[in-house]
């Protein structure tokens, strides 16, 4: 029997799990939560941490373990790296070096600057300099370690007071280079490739949005867009195309976060070699008919895919929609109760995956989990959000409201509509 253990309970997981039970896998979840979406989905559980790699190595011998994954979760990937290399098992990530580079922000930036891909101006600070040259930085600014992902460390300045706090904040969770770099300030996209036998072939794109009122990098909102995608393919896709393979990423899926700046062009903020977080690429199922996460699972079960097997490079606008409802929290606590979970998942075209469940204890402005959603256009897809608003409740221990909702459907109404007018209005 073919036989898959997954490291850790994170975002993506839990589609795994059922990907894995369609190919007839016999599915084996390991961490330290006691219980999880993903592990009660599961065919078994193990209480072992995903570092403690010994012991991980021995069960997975005695099991007869075939094939390894994980979901979008850089921590957990690292521990399946040296779990695969221990047990000989495929992993499309498995060179070191290549690794390090799609972690670090630094020499993603690098890279970028050796294909000459666009990217925001930056300051060549350290420890020993950075209040000296404080004097000298043009604000506004933003901040951040190179080697954290999910808005960790980061923060935006405006004066060298604000500067030095969070250069100091970023140094405090961080024992790599330091990022000072000018502020962009525009619209967000995250877009996503499908890589094999070396070549890369642009899978999806889209748009970012956060609730009104709430912090501007919160973004609840992501979405398939055809909004500047036109743009993208002609200006910017061939560079990232090339960052991806000076990078060395030769298969699996790969993605860049881009922002289209106040200045009408486009910079590369940074890239990732695994599952995004947000999971937009399994509602995107349903808009392209590419299966991400069976494209990886066939790689962690040691096929190698070829240039034939890529999908067609997107090269046209979207009709129907993907997204993915990221669920924020309005501040720390406890969950003390979630409602409506049950309804939104008979709901067509939408999926739950959220790792967190009543008694999980919760930071400031994190993600709990989120919501896959697929629609047939923008009118479907705004209903199908007003729908969700209304049925869903997560509250805290006191039973105050914990979350933020995403209702700004007019933007996305109208993201759509001059999405479709740039393609089908061009000359």
Not at 145 to 173: H, L, T, V, W
Not at 185 to 201: I, P, Q
Not at 351 to 373: A, E, Q
Request: net charge negative.
């Amino acid at each position: 029997m073919k036989k898959l253990l997954i490291l850790g309970s994170d975002f993506g997981t839990i589609s795994v799990v059922r990907e894995a039970h369609r190919q007839g896998y016999y599915v084996i979840v390991a961490d330290l939560m006691e219980e999880s979406p993903t592990k009660k989905e599961a065919d078994e559980a193990w209480l072992i941490s995903t570092t403690a790699i010994d012991e991980l190595e021995q069960k997975c011998h005695e099991t007869g373990i075939t094939a390894i994954m994980f979901g979008a979760s850089d921590f957990n990937i690292s521990n399946a790296r040296v779990l695969c290399k221990r047990l000989g098992l495929p992993i499309y990530c498995d060179d070191d070096i290549t690794w390090e580079v799609v972690r670090d922000k630094r020499a993603f930036k690098k890279l970028c600057a050796e294909v000459d891909a666009p990217i925001a101006t930056d300051y060549e600070l350290n420890d020993n300099n950075y209040k000296k040259a404080a004097d000298s930085i043009l604000f506004p600014v933003v901040v951040k370690p190179s080697d954290k992902s999910g808005n960790r460390g980061m923060n935006y300045c405006s004066s060298k007071e604000e500067f030095i706090k969070a250069y100091q904040a970023a140094r405090e969770i961080s024992d790599r280079s330091i990022i000072v770099e000018r502020q962009l300030v525009g619209e967000e996209f995250n877009v996503h490739y499908a890589l094999a036998d070396g070549e890369a072939s642009l899978l999806y794109f889209t748009a970012t949005h956060h609730e009104p009122g709430q912090p501007y990098n919160l973004y609840s909102f992501k979405c398939t867009t055809s909004n500047h995608l036109r743009q993208y393919i002609k200006e910017v896709n061939e560079s990232v195309v090339e960052v991806i393979k000076k990078a060395g990423c030769k298969e699996g899926i790969a993605w860049v976060d881009v922002m289209r700046d106040q200045d009408g062009k486009f910079y590369l903020l940074e890239m990732g070699y695994r599952f995004g977080g947000v999971m937009t690429y399994v509602p995107y199922e349903h808009v392209s008919g590419f299966n991400t996460v069976r494209w990886m699972l066939d790689i962690a079960c040691g096929k190698k895919h070829v240039k034939t097997d890529l999908p067609r490079p997107l090269s046209q606008a979207y009709t129907s929609m993907a997204a993915s409802y990221h669920l924020f929290t309005r501040h720390a606590g406890t969950v003390g109760d979630m409602r409506g979970l049950d309804e939104i998942a008979n709901m067509e075209g939408v999926f739950i995956d959220i790792p967190k469940r009543i008694g999980s204890s919760v930071r400031d402005k994190t993600g709990i989990g989120l919501l896959g959603v697929y629609a047939k256009d923008a009118d479907e897809m705004c209903q199908k959000i007003t729908e969700i608003n209304r049925l869903l409740s997560v509250t805290d221990e006191k039973g105050r409201n914990l979350i933020i909702k995403f209702d700004d459907t007019k933007a996305i109404l109208q993201e759509y509509r001059d999405g479709l007018k740039d393609f089908y209005t061009a000359v």
